[in-house]
C-alpha cells in the first residue's frame, strides 16, 4: 500500500515534502501534471517513490491511481496571486475543480486522511493582528476566493461524507527548491538570486508591508502531524511562524547575510496584494503539536547557501 499519494508534488512544497518522505523510506505517489512542477529536482529519490504524470481535473485518472493510498496531500493549484488577477477562470478550475475531483477520488478511495495545504490568502485584508482560524474570510484576489471555496469543499467532505480531511492555512512559505524565474515568483527566491547576481531588487509598493514567513521544512512538519494528529479532521489550522518582517526588512537581512548594501527599486503595488500578515498559531500548537523550528535568520542563511550552490 502506498502510504502517501501528493498532488503537485513537483512544485516547491511538494518537491521539499517528496525528499523529507523519501530520506525516510515511506512509500510515495507524486501525482504532477508538470505545467509549473519541475523534474530536473526529482533525482536521487528512493526506489519508494512513484512518479505520475496527470493532472486533478482528470477525476478518472485520480481515481484509478488513488486506489489503495493511506494519506492524500492536496498541493496541487494555482497558487500566484497576479496570475488569479490576470486569468481568474483559470485559477477557479484547477483551485475549486481540482480539489472537488481530488476529495471525490480520495472519498471513493478511502484513504485514512486528506491535507488540503491552502493559504493565508483567505483572510484578505483586515486591520485585525495576528490572523486567527476564526476569523470572517475577506479576500482580496481571485486566488484567495478559489482557496475558500476548497476549503468549503474539504469541510463538506468531512460533515457530509464523512472524509476525515484537515486544512492548513500557509503562510508566506520559503525555502530551497522555490523557483525564482517569471514575473510572479514569490519574494525570497526573487530576491535571493537577484541579490547573488549584484542587482537591486524590485519592491512591488514601498515595501513597508509585513510578512509573516514560514519555512518550508516547518511546514513539512505541519503536514506529517495533520495526516496523524488526533481530533484534527475537520479543522483549519494557520502554518505559520507567528513573527513578521517588512519587505524592507527582508531585503536588508539579505544583504547583511550577503555583505552587500545593494539598494532595492520600487514598482506600483501588485492588485490583490495583502498589507499586513501575521499569524495566530496557537491552534497548530495545541492540536498538531507544531513548533517551528527555522528562524527567518536561519532559514534565508541555508536558503542562500543553496542557491548559491546553482539549485
Not at 477557479?92 to 481540482?98: D, M, R, T, V, Y
Request: glycine letters at 8%; aromatic letters at 8%; one cysteine or more.
Amino acid at each position: 500500500m502506498t502510504k502517501y499519494f501528493i498532488t503537485g508534488g513537483a512544485g516547491f512544497i511538494g518537491l521539499n515534502l517528496v525528499h523529507h518522505l523519501s530520506a525516510a523510506g515511506e512509500k510515495i505517489l507524486l501525482f504532477d501534471d508538470f505545467s509549473t512542477g519541475r523534474k530536473k529536482f526529482l533525482r536521487d529519490l528512493s526506489k519508494e517513490v512513484k512518479v505520475q504524470e496527470g493532472s486533478v481535473m482528470d477525476l478518472k485518472e485520480l481515481k484509478k491511481s488513488m486506489k489503495n493510498c493511506e494519506y492524500v496531500i492536496h498541493l496541487a493549484g494555482q497558487v500566484s496571486v497576479p496570475k488569479s488577477v490576470k486569468d481568474p477562470v483559470h485559477s477557479a478550475e484547477l483551485n475549486i475543480l481540482g480539489t472537488l475531483n481530488t476529495l471525490i477520488a480520495a472519498r471513493d478511495a478511502k484513504v485514512k486522511r486528506l491535507v488540503y495545504v491552502g493559504s493565508a490568502c483567505a483572510y484578505g485584508e483586515s486591520p485585525s493582528l495576528p490572523k486567527l482560524e476564526t476569523m470572517a474570510n475577506n479576500p482580496l484576489s481571485p486566488y484567495g476566493v478559489s482557496t475558500i471555496a476548497a476549503e468549503h469543499y474539504c469541510r463538506v467532505f468531512f460533515t457530509t461524507y464523512g472524509l476525515p480531511t484537515v486544512i492548513l492555512r500557509a503562510f508566506n512559505v520559503y525555502g530551497p527548491m522555490q523557483d525564482p524565474s517569471g514575473g510572479y515568483a514569490a519574494v525570497v527566491p526573487k530576491f535571493v538570486t537577484t541579490l547573488l547576481d549584484g542587482k537591486a531588487p524590485v519592491i512591488s509598493g514601498d515595501g513597508k508591508q509585513s510578512r509573516d514567513f514560514v519555512h518550508v521544512s516547518d511546514l513539512v512538519d505541519a503536514v506529517k502531524a495533520a495526516c496523524i494528529a488526533p481530533k484534527a479532521e475537520g479543522e483549519v489550522f494557520n502554518i505559520a511562524s507567528g513573527s513578521r518582517i517588512t519587505v524592507n526588512g527582508l531585503v536588508n537581512m539579505l544583504n547583511a547575510l550577503l555583505g552587500k548594501e545593494i539598494q532595492p527599486k520600487y514598482e506600483e503595488a501588485h492588485p490583490g496584494d495583502i498589507r499586513h500578515s501575521l499569524a495566530d498559531i496557537t491552534r497548530a500548537q495545541e492540536m498538531l503539536g507544531f513548533r517551528p523550528r527555522v528562524s527567518i535568520q536561519d532559514g534565508l542563511r541555508t536558503t542562500l547557501e543553496w542557491y548559491r550552490k546553482g539549485s
